[in-house]
């Protein structure tokens, strides 16, 4: 266990120059990276969540996945 997971933002509204903002639902740190990697040390379930913003464009999207970590 720990699980390395390489995230994207691909398909959310990638070609505005807004911020991008990761929550990886373990409680860690949040990035603000377009693609970032997060290591997850803990076994559960975890709900990743991005979200861009681009208020000079007023454009917004998010997206929301769920990673499972099981103990070996």
Avoid at 3 to 21: K, N
């Amino acid at each position: 266990m720990p699980l390395v997971v390489q995230f994207s933002a691909d398909g959310l509204c990638t070609d505005a120059a807004g911020s991008f903002a990761w929550n990886f639902g373990d409680g860690s740190h949040h990035s603000d990276e377009k693609s970032p990697a997060h290591t997850y040390t803990q076994p559960g379930t975890f709900f990743a969540r991005v979200t861009l913003e681009d208020s000079e464009n007023d454009a917004r999207d998010a997206d929301e996945l769920a990673i499972t970590v099981t103990a070996q």
